[in-house]
């Protein structure tokens, strides 16, 4: 890390290049949070077939062994357990970024760890949701952090990077599922957490506390953090980034969440061929990521987000539309959509506030993109159940979030600005 001068008269701050090591340690934390909190949703065909009853019929629950209705209240319970993430990414802002990061991820993965253990349906749901706010926190976190330890110059380069070490981590888990749910089951995946749960101490070793947060943190006055209380001067604005945050989720929540089970149980792609998707993916993901970072970086933050969060729910309604070809077509391109709205409206929502509070607003982005995805996750089981197909449901959920991307005209472009020159000495608050 070097000292680097910014704008606004303040004394120097240590700030890393996107691929320094502080920032790899923090993206490293996001893989680890990634392999944890994704196995809920790579093996849920494996825990449904386990816990149900397949049979080869044609509703949905003789095809995937438990009903869409179960399905998604059970993915609902999870998604709506992350909303106590928002006092544990709060937490951030007194506690400090590393701290956090390192105590949510760690027992966050001890919940993966325990689920393997689930005798019931409801028992696994029950176990996974204690820890998935956990979790959840982690990433929130993990991207404030990157953001603090850059400049503008590599700070969408650093949350691109932050985003692909938790698609590195989700990716990992979903392989090992596709190649080895037959020997291993869904409690020898879950078992597998205990590898980055235990090699923590090594990596945690090079995470560091930002700059920023410790002048923030200095400040003789500065607000109660935790839940966060937004200055009014700022609430419109984090009430279009929240329902910005809301509407994308309405799509993520059901498209990531129902894909493996889908992929598997509906359409009937085999684990192998699974596997050799989520690798695939990672070049979609990479290639997004890449792409995401430049136009963030050059287009600019709105534009660039705005675009992909369209594509976002044209590409989950192709990928649900029926056949083989278009699940494993649009899973590919889902991902390289996802990977590249991730820079920029990364980089964006943490340019918004100040350092302050900005872990505090990444913790209401949690109950948002909760919110969301569990009215996504809700309405396309219901839908799936009564009209007995996944493409209807895609159709019906999906197509109302796409007028919401026109809200990010409501949000300032923050493009090639430092954090100081929007807001002041890192010790200033709202």
């Given at each position: 890390m070097a000292?680097?001068e910014?704008p606004?008269?303040?004394?120097?701050?240590?700030?890393?290049?996107w691929?320094d090591?502080a920032?790899v340690?923090v993206?490293?934390?996001?893989?680890?949070?990634?392999?944890g909190q994704?196995?809920?949703?790579?093996?849920?065909?494996?825990v449904a077939s386990?816990?149900?009853?397949?049979?080869?019929?044609?509703t949905?629950r003789?095809?995937?062994?438990?009903?869409?209705?179960?399905?998604?209240?059970g993915?609902?319970?999870l998604r709506?357990?992350s909303l106590?993430g928002?006092?544990?990414?709060?937490?951030?802002d007194?506690?400090g970024?590393?701290?956090?990061l390192?105590w949510?991820?760690?027992?966050g993965?001890?919940?993966t760890?325990?689920?393997?253990?689930?005798?019931?349906?409801?028992w696994?749901?029950?176990?996974f949701a204690?820890?998935r706010p956990?979790?959840?926190?982690?990433n929130?976190?993990?991207?404030v952090?990157?953001?603090?330890?850059?400049?503008?110059?590599?700070?969408?380069?650093?949350?691109a990077l932050?985003?692909?070490?938790?698609?590195?981590?989700?990716?990992?888990?979903?392989i090992?599922?596709g190649?080895?749910?037959?020997?291993?089951?869904?409690?020898g995946?879950?078992?597998?957490?205990?590898?980055p749960?235990m090699?923590?101490?090594?990596?945690?070793?090079f995470?560091?506390?930002?700059?920023?947060?410790?002048?923030s943190?200095?400040?003789k006055t500065h607000?109660?953090?935790?839940?966060?209380p937004?200055?009014?001067?700022?609430?419109r604005r984090l009430g279009?980034?929240?329902?910005?945050t809301?509407?994308v989720?309405?799509?993520?929540g059901?498209?990531?969440s129902f894909?493996?089970?889908?992929?598997?149980n509906?359409?009937?792609?085999?684990g192998p061929?699974?596997?050799?998707?989520?690798?695939?993916?990672?070049?979609?993901?990479?290639a997004?990521?890449?792409?995401?970072?430049?136009l963030?970086d050059?287009?600019g933050?709105?534009?660039?987000?705005?675009?992909?969060m369209?594509l976002?729910?044209?590409?989950?309604m192709?990928?649900?539309?029926g056949s083989?070809?278009?699940?494993a077509?649009g899973?590919?391109?889902?991902?390289?959509?996802?990977s590249?709205f991730?820079?920029a409206a990364?980089?964006?929502?943490?340019?918004l506030?100040p350092?302050a509070?900005?872990a505090s607003v990444?913790?209401w982005q949690?109950?948002?993109?909760?919110?969301?995805a569990?009215?996504?996750?809700?309405?396309f089981?219901?839908?799936?159940?009564t009209?007995?197909?996944?493409?209807l449901?895609?159709?019906?959920?999906?197509?109302?979030?796409?007028?919401?991307?026109?809200?990010?005209a409501?949000l300032?472009?923050?493009?090639?600005?430092?954090?100081?020159?929007l807001?002041?000495?890192p010790e200033?608050?709202?």
């Amino acid at each position: 890390m070097a000292a680097l001068e910014v704008p606004g008269g303040t004394s120097s701050l240590r700030l890393a290049r996107w691929r320094d090591g502080a920032v790899v340690a923090v993206a490293v934390v996001a893989a680890a949070a990634g392999f944890g909190q994704f196995g809920a949703v790579a093996a849920l065909g494996t825990v449904a077939s386990h816990f149900g009853h397949l049979t080869g019929g044609a509703t949905l629950r003789d095809q995937a062994g438990l009903s869409g209705t179960e399905l998604g209240v059970g993915l609902a319970i999870l998604r709506l357990a992350s909303l106590a993430g928002l006092p544990l990414a709060g937490a951030a802002d007194r506690l400090g970024r590393r701290r956090t990061l390192l105590w949510c991820c760690a027992i966050g993965l001890a919940f993966t760890v325990a689920a393997a253990a689930s005798p019931s349906y409801w028992w696994f749901v029950a176990i996974f949701a204690a820890g998935r706010p956990l979790l959840s926190a982690t990433n929130a976190v993990a991207q404030v952090s990157c953001a603090e330890l850059t400049s503008t110059r590599d700070r969408a380069k650093a949350v691109a990077l932050v985003a692909a070490g938790y698609g590195v981590g989700a990716g990992v888990i979903a392989i090992v599922h596709g190649l080895a749910s037959s020997a291993l089951g869904f409690r020898g995946i879950f078992l597998l957490a205990v590898v980055p749960l235990m090699l923590m101490p090594w990596y945690g070793r090079f995470v560091v506390e930002t700059d920023r947060f410790v002048a923030s943190e200095a400040a003789k006055t500065h607000p109660i953090p935790v839940l966060g209380p937004i200055g009014a001067s700022f609430r419109r604005r984090l009430g279009v980034v929240l329902a910005l945050t809301f509407a994308v989720s309405i799509v993520t929540g059901p498209a990531t969440s129902f894909f493996f089970l889908y992929a598997e149980n509906v359409v009937g792609l085999s684990g192998p061929v699974v596997a050799l998707l989520v690798a695939t993916a990672g070049l979609t993901g990479l290639a997004g990521l890449l792409g995401g970072r430049w136009l963030a970086d050059h287009l600019g933050r709105r534009p660039t987000a705005a675009g992909s969060m369209v594509l976002i729910a044209v590409v989950a309604m192709v990928t649900y539309s029926g056949s083989r070809l278009a699940a494993a077509l649009g899973y590919l391109a889902a991902v390289g959509a996802a990977s590249t709205f991730a820079p920029a409206a990364g980089a964006l929502s943490n340019e918004l506030f100040p350092t302050a509070v900005r872990a505090s607003v990444a913790g209401w982005q949690i109950a948002a993109g909760v919110l969301g995805a569990t009215a996504g996750l809700l309405a396309f089981g219901a839908v799936a159940d009564t009209g007995g197909r996944f493409a209807l449901a895609s159709v019906v959920v999906f197509a109302v979030v796409i007028p919401a991307a026109g809200l990010f005209a409501f949000l300032p472009e923050t493009k090639g600005k430092e954090l100081e020159e929007l807001w002041g000495t890192p010790e200033s608050g709202p």
